[in-house]
């Protein structure tokens, strides 16, 4: 049978995966120099700007010039580069809620690393040799931690304004699993001055936790339990428990603990919200949740992604009801589940 030039299979999607390193090195390079911080002022030539970021001419217009084709920088008629509009809304420091660019020096100095071992991982089922499982590396978390804030921030604050805990008559307690940066309630305290956190996880990332929650002026209201979630007390009564990218770091054993751990701390009729990385039940997608689990391969000896299902089933062998998914602006829906009254 003839195959006809239509009917070839065409390289060009491989050779497109082949240069997907280069985008986020790009990205951060300009975020390193301070590039998109400088044009946040307005659009500048390539000499203004290697004479105000200290660079070179000729690296410079290479780099400007790539962030262009990525359309992350514009340029107009007398030459000069400016920021787009998606740059200027989450590659600029002066927005933190929305600051991405943490996550791009996140992924070349840490993720990368990491990824270049991955037929070992592939092979042995582990991460490669000497790299330990991440949750216990204190100062990894407490040096990232910040940089992951704006990827949960509008999710957390359409989460606050929906369970509205503000309303309830006491000072409602927020839980906060694994807190890092404390972007899973902070909003919720942001709401009301009578909203207490008690914020859970490891003594270093702690640090940060409070330096952000003083940040936003509710400092005085959270309450810090330092060590490891599995074996700190996290307290009774809480109206809300909220487990934000904690779940993909563990094993199934190790969820189903933490799940119940949680369903004892909450006060009759308190929720729990989970913030996870979802795939399909038979893992055919979402695309993210299946490089996400790869990811947790070559970093940790346990840690995946899971499917709804597998959660609800967790949270519903916990004895919590009411299972449901919460559309908040993220990689995917918030898990919700009620304790019953």
Known sequence: MMTTTTDRADPGRLMQMSWSFAAPLLVEAGVRIGLFDLLEGGPRTIEQTAAATGTSARGLAALMFALAGLQLLFRDEAGRFGLTRESAAFLVSSKPEANLSGIFSHVSTQLIPAWLDLVEAVQTGRPSTGRSNLPEEGNFFANLVESLLPLGWAAASALAEH??????????????????????????????????????????????????????????????????????????????????????????????????????????????AIAEFLVEPDRSGPLMGLIFAVNMLVNTEVGSTYSFEEIRGWLEDAGFEQVRTFEAPGPAPLILATRPR
């Open 163 to 272: 369970l509205r805990v503000e309303e309830a008559e006491s000072e409602p307690s927020v839980l906060d699993i694994g807190a890092g940066s404390g972007v899973y309630s902070i909003p919720f305290a942001l709401r009301s001055p009578k909203v207490r956190i008690t914020a859970v996880d490891l003594p270093e990332v702690l640090k940060a936790t409070r330096r952000i929650a003083e940040r936003y002026g509710v400092g005085n209201r959270l309450t810090a339990v330092a060590g490891n979630m599995a074996e700190v007390d996290f307290g009774s009564g809480h109206r809300v428990a909220t487990i934000g990218q904690i779940l993909h770091s563990h094993d199934e054993v190790g969820n189903r603990a933490l799940l119940k751990k949680t369903f004892a701390a909450l006060a009759p009729g308190g929720v729990v």
